[in-house]
């Protein structure tokens, strides 16, 4: 079996709250290879970021991993130590957090920031370090480098502040770069740059990226497998061409009903109707099966799993039941098999 740069098995997560267990993550499994663009899309709470700091392990208290293996190369990360963890991150797998306006500390300079990560991650000493920040910084597209090692900051705009944040995760040349959500709170134009730089700095160094956002049009050109997550669990995952051209879970078909399209301005956009699932207590069926207005009987009274639909795309729907059981009758014309489901439908 080929290795993986990493791979995600039966991941779970879960927040301890003294109102109950929230179950961020509920067994997923994926897995990424070397220069590969990973999309992870979904609403808020659906469990994208949790996902992202449960492979970096930077989980804050109560939420800690509560079953599965990530392994990167081959190794258990959730085996390492402490010393060691703090050791890989950083120097294989960094992360670009969302809000640039709060990721950076206030009473440092940039260039003391940036040295900082490089002196904890690399063998560079003295000048060396500061020589490197300057290059990365001229790296990521800010202008007058010697300038802006000196600044703070607040003397910075949040487009520049995000490129800092992204020098400092690029600052060890890491195997694999996580960028979560990072165009929020910027601008259009800025955030169309911020991808751009990404992408290009993704080819130059051949880095695997976890692209992580609650928008598929952010990350229509730059993916080459979506995985697309409602309530901890993965719905449905294929190729860019598979996701926004065939999707076939509910969830996926109304998040692209809610993206603006350029060529058609006066549409009106179609809003996801009811409420995210509440994590504390899942159903014992499909946690869209309350919203989706294709729902059947079975989806509210079992779980479906995940039905290979080809080669790189499948999807955990009841509906894609149904229509396989539909294409796939036996020589009698009855239902193949899994007769419960074509009941049902």
């Known amino acids: 079996m080929a290795e993986y740069l990493l791979q995600v098995e039966n991941l779970s997560t879960s927040f301890f709250t003294d109102a109950g267990e929230v179950k961020a993550v509920n067994g997923i499994s994926f897995e990424l290879d070397k220069g590969k663009v990973l999309g992870i899309v979904g ?30 190369k081959g190794k258990d990360l959730l085996k390492l130590s402490d010393k060691k963890m703090r050791e890989f991150r950083g ?56 300038r802006r ?53 993704q080819q130059q160094f051949g880095m695997a990226v976890i692209m992580i956002t609650h928008d598929l049009g952010v990350i229509a050109d730059m993916c080459d497998e979506i995985i697309v997550m409602y309530a901890g669990s993965i719905c449905e995952r294929g190729t860019t061409d598979d996701i926004f051209y065939s999707p ?25 109707a009811g409420n995210p699932i509440d994590l504390l207590n899942l159903p014992d069926g499909c946690a869209f099966a309350p919203r989706c207005k294709a729902a059947m009987e079975i989806c509210l009274e079992q779980s479906p799993e995940e039905i290979a639909l080809s080669e790189t795309h499948s999807a955990a729907c009841w509906v894609n039941v149904r229509d396989y059981l539909i294409n796939h009758k036996d020589d009698a014309g009855a239902p193949a098999s899994g007769t419960e489901g074509g009941d049902q439908a």
């Open 248 to 272: 076939k879970h509910e969830y996926t078909k109304n998040l692209l009903k809610s993206i603006p399209k350029a060529q058609k301005s006066d549409e009106r956009l179609i809003p996801i």
């Open 43 to 72: 609403e808020s709470g659906s469990g994208k970021s949790v996902t992202a700091y449960s492979i970096m392990q930077i989980l804050s208290f109560p939420g800690r991993v509560t079953g599965g293996e990530i392994r990167f």
């Open 91 to 146: 120097e294989s797998i960094s992360i670009i957090f969302q809000d640039p306006m709060t990721s950076l500390n206030p009473v440092y300079t940039i260039g003391n920031q940036l040295d900082e990560a490089i002196r904890l991650h690399t063998s560079r000493k003295g000048q060396e370090i500061r020589e490197r920040s300057l290059e990365l910084i001229g790296l990521v597209g800010i202008n007058d480098p010697k």
């Open 149 to 201: 090692v000196k600044q703070y900051p607040h003397e910075l705009s949040g487009g520049m502040r995000q490129r800092v944040m992204i020098a400092m995760a690029l600052a060890c040349e890491p195997d694999i770069l996580i960028a979560d959500e990072p165009t929020t709170a910027l601008d259009v134009t800025i955030q169309a740059q911020i991808l751009e730089l990404i992408k290009d700095l």
